[in-house]
């Protein structure tokens, strides 16, 4: 649980700065859809521009084809037939520029989702940091956090310190139950010593004596309480088993993340540090708008340079970017939605323990808290969406 709680980018700790920080990712996510919106239109322009142009083609091909059918004159049809090679090579040229066209919007595209994908990543790393919610959590399974446990908890000490000469298990127990640090480091709530407390637990209650009635159901209420909190403290440790495996991914990926936008900067002959000045660290919005049209044009260059330059190998190079980079997009929207899952998996957890006359008061500050949680993730991130979005990132030429 630690390695949930400390992020691994260590970018924030409270749920107001994510607020703000979603806030910034919807302005962010205005410009780059501003930016696709751009590439989309000069395809489609481009587009309109070639097919109207094959058109006319395909119409002279057919008239020509008409002449040379219908003509007599020798000269005349050879004349007309290499007007007609003449017009079906201009109509592969034309078909070749669309292709180089959508190849170039497509590297665009992939290159401005690609540049922006951190902005994306940072918030979610941000959002897992949000301590709030989690050391409520913690504090829920805590017994200290409850009236009457710490009287309690000192009485059956010091009954397991006096009887600890008379059975082995007491005299292992109280090697491990320490009454000097807190109790709940001490009572183990999970894993093989939990028995052996609860056994000692039962054996102090069997000792008290008829005439102290109070002590023994006080004894018992706090045996009823430990094993709820040790049936909670088990469910919810599943729970956070799966965020470590999505905090793992998610490092994984940003590591992959880094590498792929590294290579691809250097495609565009752009360094790291004009990229960090220019993009990472530029405030302003219209000035990063500018900046990312200008590597727009730079992606478009390196297509066309690769067609020159690999004119055999050119589209296979350009797809293995652009599966890179829609890789890293379907992994992400998967990451989110693993973390949505787990919010309603944490949200199943505390409806089975709303209502427990122990635990129940705890529980429903904790589903606010997890309501709050929810709604700044839910503003901020839609995993369906992003995953639908990513599987059409591209346009087939």
């Not at 752009?270 to 200008?294: G, H, L, M, Q, V």
């Amino acid at each position: 649980m630690k390695a949930f709680l400390v992020s691994f980018f260590m970018l924030c700790t409270t749920q107001f700065v994510v607020a703000q920080n979603t806030d910034t990712l919807a302005s962010e996510k205005s410009v780059r859809e501003k930016v696709l919106s751009d590439i989309q239109s000069n395809l489609d322009k481009k587009t309109r521009s070639i097919d109207s142009t094959v058109v006319k083609l395909d119409r002279k091909v057919d008239s020509l084809d008409k002449s040379i059918k219908e003509t007599s004159n020798v000269r005349e049809k050879a004349d007309k037939l290499l007007e007609r090679v003449q017009a079906l090579e201009d109509k592969q040229k034309a078909i070749d520029q669309n292709e180089l066209n959508v190849f170039q919007a497509n590297y665009q595209s992939a290159v401005v989702n690609l540049i922006y994908m951190d902005r994306e990543i940072k918030p979610v790393m941000l959002f897992k940091t949000s301590k709030e919610f989690f050391e409520l959590l913690s504090e829920t399974t805590n017994p200290d956090e409850y009236a009457g446990y710490k009287d309690w908890y000192k009485k059956f000490h010091e009954y397991i310190e006096k009887n600890k000469d008379k059975s082995v298990s007491l005299s292992v127990l109280t090697n491990m139950v320490d009454y000097s640090a807190t109790i709940s480091s001490s009572i183990p709530l999970g894993g093989p010593l939990t028995a052996l407390f609860f056994s000692g637990v039962e054996d102090y209650i069997h000792s008290i004596g008829k005439k102290q009635k109070q002590l023994r159901d006080d004894s018992e209420k706090m045996f009823l309480l430990t094993t709820k909190l040790s049936q909670f403290a088990h469910d919810k440790s599943n729970i956070e088993h799966d965020w470590d495996d999505i905090t793992k991914q998610l490092n994984e990926m940003h590591i992959h993340y880094d590498t792929v936008l590294s290579q691809n900067l250097k495609s565009l002959g752009i360094s790291p540090a004009e990229f960090n000045t220019k993009f990472n660290n530029e405030s302003d919005a219209d000035k990063r708008y500018a900046y990312i049209t200008a590597i727009r044009r730079k992606a478009a260059d390196v297509v066309a340079s690769q067609k020159t330059s690999v004119p055999k190998d050119w589209k296979e190079n350009i797809y293995f970017s652009l599966m890179d980079v829609q890789a890293l997009k379907l992994g992400f929207g998967q990451i989110t939605f693993r973390m949505r899952e787990n919010m309603d998996n944490y949200n199943t957890l505390l409806k089975q323990y709303s209502n427990d006359p122990d635990i129940g008061k705890k529980i429903n500050v904790l589903e606010k808290k997890l309501d709050e949680l929810k709604e700044v993730f839910d503003n901020a991130f839609n995993p369906l969406d992003y995953l639908h979005s990513a599987t059409r990132m591209y346009k087939v030429a």
